[in-house]
Antibody
C-alpha cells in the first residue's frame, strides 16, 4: 500500500520560505508511470494545485505560483519537496502531497494526510 | 470564484440517489479534458472516487458513477448511506490557465 507523509514546520514567518517534504513509502518515487504533486487548501477556500514533479526532475507549476515555487525530487530518499518563497498570510493552508497518474494533468491517488502550515509572526 | 462550479450543498435521504454537478467552460471540460472526483472527510486525505470521467478505481463501490457531457460533468451516488456524508470535489485541467483546477466542493448531507 502506497503511503505519503508530509513533514515540515507548521509555522513560517512572513517573507520566509515555506518548506515541506513528502516521504513516499510502499512504492518507488522513481516509477516512470507517475508524477508527484503538491496541492493546498487555504481555510474556507478551494483546493489549489501547486505543481507536480517527475522522478527525472521535470516540473510543472501552477502559473499563479510559478515565480515563488520550486518542487524537487530526491530519489535516493524516496522523497519530493516543496519550497515556496516570500510566504505571506495568503499561503496559510492545509498542504497535501499526492501521487499523480501518468501525466501532470491527471488525477491524484493516493493523497497524503496533509499538514497545516500557518504563515504568521 | 472557482473555475469549475459545483453546488455548495446537496441533501438526500438514505437509499436515495443524488447527483453533484461540475460545470466548466470550453477551456477545460469542454475542451475535452478529463474530470475526476474525490470524496473528502474533514481531517482525512481526499479519496479518489472517479477518474477519467467515469472510471471507478478498485475498491470504490459501484454506487458511485461519473459522467461527462459538453462543458459539464456529474457524480451520481445511488443507495445513499450515512457514511457518504462528506465533501465532494471535481478536478480537471484548464488550457487557458495551464493548470490543474478543482471545483469549489459540494457538501453532501445524508438526512
Amino acid at each position: 500500500q502506497l503511503l505519503l507523509q508530509v513533514s515540515g514546520p507548521g509555522l513560517v514567518e512572513p517573507s520566509e520560505t515555506l518548506s515541506l517534504t513528502c516521504t513516499v513509502s510502499g512504492g518507488s518515487i522513481s516509477s516512470t508511470t507517475y508524477f508527484w504533486g503538491w496541492i493546498r487548501q487555504p481555510p474556507g477556500k478551494d483546493l489549489e494545485w501547486i505543481g507536480s514533479v517527475f522522478y527525472s526532475g521535470d516540473t510543472y507549476y501552477n502559473p499563479s505560483l510559478k515565480t515563488r515555487v520550486t518542487i524537487s525530487v530526491a530519489t535516493s530518499k524516496n522523497q519530493f519537496s516543496l519550497r515556496l518563497r516570500s510566504a505571506t498570510a495568503a499561503d496559510t493552508a492545509l498542504y497535501y502531497c499526492a501521487r499523480q497518474s501518468h501525466y501532470y494533468m491527471n488525477w491524484f491517488d493516493p493523497w497524503g494526510q496533509g499538514t497545516l502550515v500557518a504563515v504568521s509572526s | 470564484q472557482s473555475v469549475l462550479t459545483q453546488p455548495p450543498s446537496v441533501t438526500g435521504a438514505p437509499g436515495q440517489r443524488v447527483t453533484i454537478s461540475c460545470t466548466g467552460t470550453s477551456s477545460n471540460i469542454g475542451a475535452g479534458y478529463d474530470v475526476h472526483w474525490y470524496q473528502h472527510l474533514p481531517g482525512t486525505a481526499p479519496k479518489l472516487l472517479i477518474n477519467a470521467n467515469n472510471n471507478r478505481p478498485s475498491g470504490v463501490p459501484d454506487r458511485f458513477s461519473g459522467s461527462k457531457s459538453g462543458t459539464s460533468a456529474s457524480l451520481a451516488i445511488t443507495g445513499l448511506q450515512a457514511e457518504d456524508e462528506a465533501d465532494y470535489y471535481c478536478q480537471s485541467f484548464d488550457r487557458s490557465l495551464s493548470a490543474v483546477i478543482f471545483g469549489g466542493g459540494t457538501k453532501l448531507t445524508v438526512l
